[in-house]
T-cell receptor, first 114, second 109 residues
Framework: DADVTQTPRNRITKTGKRIMLECSQT?????MYWYRQDPGLGLRLIYY???????NKGEISDGYSVSRQAQAKFSLSLESAIPNQTALYFC?????????????FGEGSRLTVL | GQNIDQPTEMTATEGAIVQINCTYQ??????LFWYQQHAGEAPTFLSY??LDGLEEKGRFSSFLSRSKGYSYLLLKELQMKDSASYLC??????????WGAGTKLIIKP
């Protein structure tokens, strides 16, 4: 089983619908991240959390919200999905106190908004 | 602004050597990272450089010049399984990663 698990892996939805992408990890890491990846662009940070009580906006947080339900769980929500949120979404974790930038990624959730 | 530049695509031959370049401009600097991403899969960590010089790890090596804002990833004895995208990322003064768009490496027999 993967150390960082994302559900769903693929989702097609319509404009205006609420969508939740879930991430759970068994690595025991405190730090968790949500990124989106678009063709021709680098990974862009949406939100990150350094522990259960800590939530921070990333580069492109507009239109998204997150919830850190437990150390192991970090969910990303699109309250009202729009077509330009069609992308590949990655959850990632890292160890605290080691600013080496080594991220452990989930397998990705491909979201299509029609 | 902060920016990472790397070539969009490169082609190389199995068994050969290829160098993938990356230039960066960030607000402060706390290290340069390379990740490998096979099509449809998650990125996986390859290397980290924070001091000038070459770091070697098996067939892969990574080089950093902080004064030039430049790094490269060197892949030796290329294998077909090395066909992937290679992502360059620089960590800024806030310890945030700034990512390049990735270089798609195509290996031909």
């Amino acid at each position: 089983d993967a150390d960082v698990t994302q559900t769903p892996r693929n989702r097609i939805t319509k404009t205006g619908k609420r969508i939740m992408l879930e991430c759970s990890q068994t690595k025991g890491h405190d730090r968790m991240y949500w990124y989106r990846q678009d063709p021709g662009l680098g990974l862009r940070l949406i939100y990150y959390s350094f522990d259960v009580k800590d939530i921070n906006k990333g580069e492109i947080s507009d239109g998204y919200s997150v919830s850190r339900q437990a150390q192991a769980k970090f969910s990303l929500s699109l309250e009202s999905a729009i077509p330009n949120q069609t992308a590949l979404y990655f959850c990632a974790t890292s160890e605290p106190g080691l600013d080496t930038g080594e991220l452990f990624f989930g397998e990705g959730s491909r979201l299509t908004v029609l | 602004g902060q920016n990472i530049d790397q070539p969009t695509e490169m082609t190389a031959t199995e068994g050969a050597i290829v160098q993938i370049n990356c230039t960066y401009q960030t607000s402060g600097f706390n290290g340069l990272f390379w990740y490998q991403q096979h099509a449809g899969e998650a990125p996986t960590f390859l290397s980290y450089n924070v001091l000038d010089g070459l770091e070697e790890k098996g067939r892969f090596s990574s080089f950093l010049s902080r004064s030039k804002g430049y790094s490269y990833l060197l892949l030796k004895e290329l294998q077909m399984k090395d066909s992937a995208s290679y992502l360059c990322a620089a960590m800024d003064s806030n310890y945030q990663l700034i990512w390049g768009a990735g270089t798609k490496l195509i290996i031909k027999p």
